[in-house]
Structure formats: C-alpha cells, structure tokens
C-alpha cells in the first residue's frame, strides 16, 4: 500500500502558488484495510475515506467506464492492482495528473509539468470527453489561471474535443446543479471574463445559457459605450467586479443585467428601448433554469429592472427616489439595495475606453437611503394609531420630505 497527494495541490505547488486542501489516491489497499487503519468511509460513489488524523481525504486507485450520457454515466473499479498511472490517466487535465509521493518525488506520465510551465490547459486523453463537467471545469481554471504568470491557455486539440463534445450534446446532459456550481465559482476567480470566454469559443455557452450568448455582435450607442459589443462590455463588467471583490450575488447581477439587449429588434439597433423590462424576464428565466439560490436571483432581477434608473437618480425627483427605494423592499433590506448599487458601479466602469469617469451615483443613493431610514417610522405611526392607510402614507411622506430635504442640501 502506497500513498500519493494528487491533483491541485500538487499543480498550486508547482506554481508556487498557496495549497489550500490536498487530496490523496492509495495504490494497493482494499476497503477494508483502510477501515483497519481507522480510516472514515465518506465516498457515496467510490471508496474515499477520511484519514483519522487529518482529516484529509485519501481515495482508492480506480478506473472508470462509462455507461451513459452526461457526467453521472459511470461504472467505477476499485482494486488493489489498479496502477497509479491508470489512476491519473481518467483525470481531466495533464496539469492535474501530476502525483508525489511521500518522499516528495514526484509522477508525471502525462507531460503536467511541461504544460504547466507552458501555460497550457491540455487533456490527459480521449476519456476526457466522456464528462461533460469538464468543460466547465476547465473554464473555471481558465478564470483562475488568467493573470500572468499564470496566464494558461487552452490547447488546440483540447478545444476542438470540447466542441465536439458539444456538437454530440453532451453539454446538454449537465444537471441544473452541476451547472450552478461551476458557474459560481467561476465568477469569483480572478478574471471571470475568461471563463465565458472559452465556454463561447467551444459552443458551450450557447447550450448552457443562450441568452448571454446572444448578447455578442450586439451593438450599443458609441457615445456611451465605446466598446459597442454588448458582449464585450458584459465581459468587462464582471471583470471589474472581479477587481473590486464584490460578492457572488453581485457579481451574477453583473453577467446578467443586460440580457434583454439581445432580443431588441435589430431594425432599433444600437438603441435598447425597454430592455429593462425584458431582462428581468430572461434573469426569471435563467435563474429558474439552474435552481440560482434566492439571494443571487433577487439581486440579478433588482439589478437588470433599476441600473439604469441608478444611473438617472441624481435626476430624479425626492418622491422618484422614494418610489425606487420602496421597489425594491430597501426599508426592510438595506444591504441588498447597496450591493444592486454596486453591480450598476460594475455596470459603469465596465466600459473600455471610459474607466476613469465618475460614478457618484453610489454615494449620492447611499445618503438617499440613509435619509429615509433615519425617519423614524414609529413615531409617525403613533399619531395615526389604528388607521393603516393613513400609517402607511405619512410615513412615505416623511421619507419623500428627508429626501428632499437632503437633496437641497447637497444642492
């Protein structure tokens, strides 16, 4: 029985690179030694165990066949014959087929290392197109290995597998879930850009979400957005969101506020009359589709209803702004309101050409907000005990009034 740390924390290793989990594949051991050895059995699928010290998770050698479409299609082996290089020749990328003992030597019959110093996102062998994931995987990588010196690449004949992975319909196996996730965590890599980007170039993108697919070759008004390509400055807004750490509900808010460009008529090109309305349908839609949780859903709809009405605010009369606040429920949750700020902040500077105007509008609907919560709504209530309709208006009133008051002031 031997042990080998594989995978990504052998690759992060390599790049010098912080390891954050290792994960383990023992040759030679059956189950039963393993439980011997006071190891936990957690694999549902395979045999993969939790080391009794560490916690660490060790999995039996194994091969795979597969049996059916889509990435849940598999037959597994496990046997104490099963070879390390067997083991490492079912995994996705040769950059993470790399193993090292415990001695520090380290196992590469797939050439990882090279195509780690490359920069090179290269399959590992032609089982590679058996799991769809991996498309969206190797994507996510994409979007974490993006700045140099890590700027990866994916090979040639990597992506012409995936495409024909595509065209075979694989993609359309992936589970709504499955889907969720990877795109999640692709969003919050450094360069999130990079991941569609691929998901494009294979065709995957137009299986998985077509209505931001359809957003490129789009164009917008070049006074406004000098990049014109609507799927362009899509791209650039998520980077920026990248850049400036936001949250994930923000960042997702930012990759779909602007769906509804893509089914204006051409004939109105570049102008997007009512887009708004149109992209809080296709976010409804695309949420539902991958069962998003509820905090990114909300924020994506409030987002693609009300950017451009953030844009406007300072514009807006002190009952307008009242009414925008209202809409989206900012009175109970404040903080939701201020992160739909910051995706239109995304929106704004995710134009290139334009990075170094200004964006007051956040602050100037940050103090709009602050004003209003500062009435305080039960006394106004007081004056008015048992007559709801009455509470209700006096208290919107006396928002409508700090806010004015507010705006004179900064006036």
């Known amino acids: 029985m031997k042990t080998y740390v594989v995978g990504g924390a052998v690759r992060d290793a390599l790049l010098g690179l912080p390891v954050q989990d290792r994960d383990h594949v023992v040759i030679g051991a059956t189950p039963e030694q393993m ?6 059995p957690v694999g549902k699928d395979f045999p993969v165990f939790l080391h009794p010290h560490t916690h660490e998770e060790y999995a039996l050698a194994r091969t795979e066949r597969k049996t059916a479409a889509g990435y849940k299609g598999f037959v597994f082996h496990t046997d104490p014959s099963v070879t390390l290089e067997q083991d490492l020749v079912r995994r996705d990328l040769t950059i993470n087929a790399i193993a090292r003992d415990e001695h520090g030597v380290l196992f590469d019959p797939f ?20 799991d769809p994931v991996r498309i969206l995987r190797l994507a996510r990588f994409a979007a974490r290995f993006s700045i140099a010196p890590h700027a990866f690449v994916v090979a040639p004949e990597t992506m012409i597998l995936m495409r024909t992975m595509v065209e075979k319909g694989e993609v359309d196996a992936l589970v709504p879930e499955r889907i969720w996730q990877e ?3 692709g969003l919050m890599e ?13 065709g995957a993108l137009a299986r998985i979400i077509p209505e931001l697919n359809a957003l490129w070759g789009v164009p917008q008004p070049a006074k406004y957005h000098p990049e014109i390509d609507t799927g362009v400055h899509i791209m650039a807004v998520i980077d920026y969101a990248a850049e400036q750490g936001f949250s994930l509900p923000i960042r997702f808010a930012a990759l779909l506020h602007d769906l509804g460009k893509g089914t204006t008529d051409p004939a109105a ?14 976010v409804k839609t ?31 009369r002190a009952a307008t702004l009242q009414t925008m606040l209202e809409r989206n429920d900012a009175f109970r949750k404040p903080q939701r309101f201020l992160d739909m700020l910051r995706a239109a902040e995304a929106d704004c500077f995710g134009r290139p050409g334009l990075e170094n105007i200004q964006f007051p509008q956040v602050v100037f609907l940050t103090s709009v907000l602050n004003a209003a919560l500062s009435v305080n709504a039960g006394a ?14 006096a208290i919107r009133l006396a928002r409508i009034d700090a806010i004015r008051q507010l705006i004179q002031e900064l006036s």
């Open 183 to 185: 795109i999640s965590k």
């Open 269 to 282: 090109w570049p102008r997007h009359h009512g887009h708004e309305e149109r992209s809080v349908d296709l």
């Open 35 to 40: 439980l011997a050895k006071g190891f936990t």
């Open 286 to 316: 695309v949420c539902a589709r991958w069962k998003v949780p509820t905090d990114c859903r909300d924020l994506a709809m409030m987002t693609a209803r009300d950017h451009g009405n953030v844009g406007r605010s300072q514009e807006m």
């Open 111 to 130: 050439n990882g290392q090279q195509d780690l110093q490359n920069g090179v996102f290269r399959h590992v062998s032609a089982a590679f197109e058996e």
């Open 190 to 202: 450094k360069k999130p850009s990079r991941m569609f980007e691929v998901l494009r170039e294979c």
């Open 380 to 393: 106004v209530a007081q004056q008015y005990l048992g007559q709801a309709q009455k509470i209700a208006e």
